[in-house]
C-alpha cells in the first residue's frame, strides 16, 4: 500500500466537464487526488495528465456509481492506493427532460439510478471511509428550487441528494465532518450537448444575475472553499453556486 501525508480527494464523473475542473483545483490546493469514471477513460487520463504535468498527483479509477460493488471497490482502491480518504466528491450524474405524461419507466430507473441511488451508495461508503474533519460535497442543481416543465425525473433525484445531504451531515457532525450540497446553475459542460446546447447556453447566461454561463471553474472554486478549512462550521446546506440564478 502506498501511502500520502496529503489529503486525498475522491472525485466521480472526473474525467469532463464540473468534475475535471474540481480535479485540477483541488490538486492545485494540494490534494492527491482519485479521478473516478465510468465511461470516459480518455477524459480521466487527460484530467490526471494535467494534473501531473502541472506537478501534482492523482491516478485516475474506473467505477460505475450505479453498482454497489464498485463503489465499495472504488474506494477500497483509493485506500489501498494513497492510505486515505479526506475528501469525497460526487459529481456523478445524468440530465433529463421530457414531458411527465411521457416518461417510460426504464428512464426513471436509470436517472434514479445513477444521480440518487449512485450518490447514496457513494455517500455510505464516504461515512465508512472518511478520515475525521473530512468533507463530503454533493452535486445537486438550481433546479429543485426554480424548475421548468419537462424537469421531474432530474429535480426530484437530485432532491433525493439534497435529503441525504442533510441528514448525513448531522450524523457525521460529531466527527467534524461536513457534508454539504453544491447546486450549479447553468454551466458549460457537455451534459449541455444532451439538448440544444446553444438555447440552453443562452438561456442559462439571461437567467443569471450576472448575466454569463458558468463555466466548470467557478463552480470548482466554490467546492474548493467549501472543502478547506475555512469551511469547517458550514454543513448540511445547499449551496448555490450560480452567479445569481437563484436569489431567494
Not at 470516459?40 to 454497489?68: P, Y
Not at 424548475?147 to 466527527?175: C, D, H, I, Q, W
Request: aromatic share 6%.
Amino acid at each position: 500500500m502506498s501511502t500520502t501525508t496529503q489529503r486525498v480527494a475522491l472525485i466521480s464523473g472526473g474525467g469532463t466537464g464540473i468534475g475535471r475542473a474540481v480535479s485540477l483545483r483541488l490538486a492545485r490546493d494540494g490534494f492527491a487526488v482519485v479521478v473516478g469514471y465510468s465511461r470516459s477513460a480518455v477524459g480521466a487520463e487527460e484530467t490526471v495528465r494535467q494534473i501531473e504535468a502541472a506537478g501534482g498527483k492523482a491516478w485516475a479509477c474506473k467505477v460505475d456509481v450505479t453498482v454497489e460493488d464498485e463503489v465499495v471497490a472504488f474506494f477500497a482502491a483509493a485506500k489501498a492506493h494513497y492510505g486515505r480518504v479526506d475528501v469525497v466528491i460526487n459529481n456523478a450524474g445524468i440530465g433529463h427532460m421530457k414531458p411527465f405524461a411521457d416518461i417510460p419507466m426504464s428512464h426513471y430507473d436509470f436517472t434514479f439510478n445513477v444521480n440518487a441511488r449512485g450518490t447514496f451508495m457513494m455517500c455510505r461508503e464516504a461515512a465508512r471511509h472518511i478520515e475525521d474533519n473530512g468533507r463530503i460535497i454533493n452535486l445537486s442543481t438550481g433546479a429543485t428550487v426554480a424548475n421548468t416543465a419537462g424537469m421531474a425525473l432530474y429535480v426530484a433525484s437530485k432532491m433525493a441528494v439534497e435529503g441525504f445531504t442533510k441528514v448525513l451531515a448531522r450524523e457525521l457532525a460529531p466527527r467534524g465532518i461536513t457534508v454539504n450540497a453544491v447546486s450549479p446553475g447553468m454551466t458549460d459542460t457537455p451534459m449541455l450537448e444532451g439538448g440544444d446546447a446553444e438555447a440552453l447556453r443562452k438561456y442559462g447566461a439571461a437567467s443569471a444575475a450576472m448575466r454569463r454561463l458558468g463555466q466548470p471553474e467557478d463552480i470548482a472554486d466554490g467546492i474548493a472553499a467549501l472543502v478547506s478549512s475555512d469551511g469547517r462550521w458550514i454543513t448540511g446546506q445547499v449551496i448555490h453556486v450560480d452567479g445569481g440564478t437563484i436569489i431567494v
